[in-house]
């Protein structure tokens, strides 16, 4: 059986869109197609089977979430092979695993969003696009001192992301092994 991740985007963060996931759990197994869920921190992923249908069943999580906790996030699918890949090809492996974030995204950016951003680094910070993930090296400052904050990149990018630091990338690959 092959297993995948479903990633939240901003959820629990700051006391703001409260999605708490044992209750999460309870209603992804009652109100999708979703089999052998699990979750990983509150930060909003979600383990399971691969599902048949990726995009419907990002939809259908979405809906209910939306539904039970009034909360709308994108949700995006990751394989257990794409995690792989995608932090294999990552161009920062001396990068510090809490200041280096993988932010997939829920498809391509828009033409010239790496250049926009390029444009945005603080001197220590660096960017790559590894296919659907934007890689960034925060550097020492971390992510609370960069230029590159969440209105920035949507609208750069032109699409939905969700951001997990190097460790916890790592994890979700251990999870969906």
Known sequence: MSRSVLLLRAVNVSGRNSVPMVRLREVLATETELADVSTYIASGNIICATPKN??????????????????????????????????????????????????????PPSDGAVEALEERLRPEERLALIGDDLWIDYGSGGVHSTKLTKAVLDRALGVAGTARNLRTTRKLIELTA
């Open 54 to 107: 990726p995009d419907a069943a990002c939809a259908a999580v979405r809906a209910a979430i939306q539904e039970e906790f009034g909360v709308d996030t994108p949700v995006i699918h990751r394989t257990h092979a794409q995690l792989v890949a995608s932090e294999s090809a990552q161009p920062f492996p001396e990068g510090d695993v809490k200041f280096v974030h993988a932010m997939f995204l829920e498809g």
